[in-house]
């Protein structure tokens, strides 16, 4: 079989996998069932060209795993900072720099009331090259954990960059979703997040 092919198939295996969980009756966090078949009607799917659709569908496995990376990366910066600095780590152990581009994101969204936030603390306004940033700025505390700084950059450097695809409606390659799913495999069994 080749790459692509495994690539696809491995990408049908996680829709197929989501489909049987959500038949199985998985509820969302927001506990209820998700309808997939009336959310997408209620999108307008049906109206969309069906290539465009089934490209969006692939890609939407892709950005769950990166997603979950980048909230893991959240929570292992999070944990090990309040661990080795204490309860005012963000104001302590990240750059004013962050600090005010953080708070601006959370500003601006504080400014759209109607419309869900995406979460409570700064660090969710930290986009993923500034969390490195902060790994970087904070190193002795995360040596353990990671070992070498700049290998902790090359997982994140193409890890963000296929991230901008996909947030910018991009379809990534088989090479580049195999590339995803093996930089988070490493990272996962390095720092065990």
């Known amino acids: 079989m080749s790459s692509p092919d495994q690539v696809y198939s491995f990408v049908m295996r996680g829709l197929l996998t989501e489909e049987a969980l959500d038949s199985a009756g ?32 692939a890609m939407s496995i892709v950005y769950t795993a990166i997603a979950a990376f980048e909230n893991s990366v959240r929570d292992f910066i999070s944990k090990t900072l309040l661990e080795a600095v204490g309860d005012a780590w963000w104001q302590t152990a990240v750059s004013e720099k962050i600090r005010n581009m953080a708070t ?17 603390d700064p660090i969710q306004y930290t986009m993923l090259p500034n969390l ?23 997982i994140f450097d193409p890890i963000d960059r296929s991230r ?16 995803v799913g093996s930089l988070i ?8 997040a």
């Open 26 to 57: 998985r509820k969302s966090e927001l506990g209820m069932r998700v309808d997939e078949a009336e959310l997408a009607k209620l999108v307008g799917l049906d109206a969309l060209d069906e290539r465009r659709v089934a490209d969006a569908r």
């Open 104 to 120: 601006t994101r959370m500003q601006e969204e504080e400014k759209v009331r109607w419309h869900t936030q995406r979460g409570a």
């Open 132 to 154: 490195l940033n902060i790994i970087r700025l904070n190193f002795p505390h995360f040596e353990p954990a990671i070992h070498d700084i700049d290998w902790a950059a090359s």
């Open 164 to 179: 901008n695809v996909i947030m910018h409606s991009g379809t990534l390659s088989p090479r580049d979703i195999a590339r």
């Open 185 to 192: 495999n490493d990272w996962s069994r390095q720092v065990g």
